[in-house]
């Protein structure tokens, strides 16, 4: 079996003035979850859209288990559960209407939908609420009896198109969690998330992509550490002036490691940005004995996405989501 799901190739798509997508290309492995990650107005959906064969491409083509999108709609409509980003529910409809709905579109018979049924209720914070009509849900109820009537089946592609937006901080991480179990038993599962710790926490691998272009691809991790921006932050106590001379003699000390890339004092903090963690902590701490410098605290961190999407697109994640308002 083809270990690739998703081809997508050189897709583009205007409307209007507005190129949605210029020219994206990415593949998803089968078994993973493959996060596009963007801010509003960056293409998500639009991609989400022509790979569920509700918008057609103007260029490049898209495929899902090597069936095109344009000449085999039906065979990739059949391989591909969808939750929109929009909510799909109907006001007049119970919960319970809704679930019996779905599990009568999806074939699902009598024990494994029960199960199912009660499974996800459970999970999304809904038990009890079966009887009542959905007008009379919150926002983020809504939400999640969409989830719910989205995870009723279990095709091979499950594209969840912003599935924690509304949602609260434990809700959300329990569906993290249940899309974890999915991807565990065999499902992929391809989601769009404006998120950056959505991305960083569940999905494999991750696109970032920004007004209609992918600026990068790879997993959480090595988008981080291609960055080869980690820091280790050496502090010093305040209570001596020799305390200061001793971090400054260390600064010019690290300044001539291999694997400093910058360093930048601030009192009684000095910042070290490194290429890796591992290695160039070890060598520092040796500097810092040999010049004795009395260390009050010492951390390390690793960028973060939002650093990559920075260092990628030449601007922040916020202002992209201002760009496009
Ligand atoms: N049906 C449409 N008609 C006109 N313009 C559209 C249409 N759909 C999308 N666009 C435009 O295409 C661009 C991409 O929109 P898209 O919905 O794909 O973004 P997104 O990444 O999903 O954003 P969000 O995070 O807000 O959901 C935007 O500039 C949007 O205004
Ligand atoms: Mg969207």
Redesign the pocket.
């Known amino acids: 079996m083809d270990p690739v799901i998703v081809r997508v190739v050189s897709l583009k798509k205007s409307?209007?003035p507005?190129r949605?997508?210029d020219g994206i290309s990415f593949e998803v492995g089968r078994g993973r979850i493959f996060g596009l990650l963007?801010?509003?107005?960056?293409?998500?959906?639009?991609?989400?859209?022509i790979l569920t064969t509700l918008t057609r491409p103007d260029d490049g083509t898209a495929e899902i288990a090597g069936a095109d999108v344009l000449a085999n709609p039906a065979k990739v409509r059949s391989l591909i559960g969808y939750v929109p980003?929009e909510l799909t529910v109907d006001p007049y409809l119970t919960a319970a209407e809704h679930l019996r709905y779905y599990a009568d579109l999806y074939h699902l018979a009598g024990a494994a939908w029960e199960t199912r049924t009660r499974e996800l209720l459970a999970l999304l914070g809904l038990a009890g609420q079966e009887g009542r009509r959905v007008r009379h849900f919150s926002g983020g109820m809504k939400k999640k009896l969409d989830l719910a009537c989205g995870f009723l089946h279990r095709p091979p592609l499950m594209v969840l198109?912003?599935p924690s937006l509304g949602l609260d901080v434990q809700v959300r991480h329990d569906v993290w969690r249940y899309i974890e179990q999915l991807r565990d038993q065999g499902t992929t599962v391809f989601l769009?998330t404006?998120y950056m710790d959505e991305a960083e926490r569940l999905c494999d691998e991750v696109a970032i992509?920004d007004r209609?272009r992918i600026a990068a691809l790879g997993t959480p991790a090595a988008l981080r550490s291609n960055l080869k921006r980690d820091v280790i932050s050496v502090e010093v106590s305040a209570s001596h002036d020799h305390h200061a001379e001793k971090l400054a003699a260390l600064e010019r000390a690290v300044a001539g490691l291999d694997l400093v890339r910058e360093t930048m004092k601030d009192g009684t903090q000095l910042k070290i940005y490194v290429e890796q963690n591992e290695l160039a902590l070890p060598q520092i701490l040796s500097s810092a004995a040999a010049l004795s410098v009395p260390i009050h605290a010492i951390s390390y961190s690793r960028p973060g996405l939002d650093e990559v999407f920075l260092h990628y697109t030449g601007h922040s994640f916020a202002e992209g989501n201002e760009h496009?308002g």
């Open positions: 409307y209007g507005v949605a997508l963007g801010p509003n107005g960056a293409g998500k959906t639009t991609a989400v859209r980003q198109d912003e769009c404006n992509i209609g496009h």
